[in-house]
């Protein structure tokens, strides 16, 4: 584990606390004594990016419909007349 703290100058203890918060959505861990080796689950990740990308597509779809209302307001007056 030290070996993976070492490039990124950074703790054995940050690299555990890194690694707890990465275990739920994409790192495994065996059981074991220390050093155990750290696996990076990239099915979970890529479920991710998925999810992320279908909220993406809905939110520019809205921000699209947002912007049509908003020029046909910006060519009527308060009234509904084209200006």
Not at 24 to 45: C, D, I, K, N, Y
Not at 47 to 52: A, G, S, Y
């Amino acid at each position: 584990m030290g070996q993976l703290a070492e490039p990124y100058r950074m703790t054995l203890q940050a690299v555990y606390k890194h690694l707890r918060v990465w275990r739920t959505p994409g790192v495994s861990r065996p059981h074991g004594p220390q050093p155990r080796p750290v696996r990076l689950e990239t099915e979970a990740l890529t479920q991710m990016e998925t999810w992320l990308e279908r909220y993406r597509r809905r939110a520019e779809q809205r921000y699209r419909r947002l912007d049509a209302l908003l020029a046909t307001m910006s060519h009527t007056d308060d009234k509904g007349r084209h200006r």
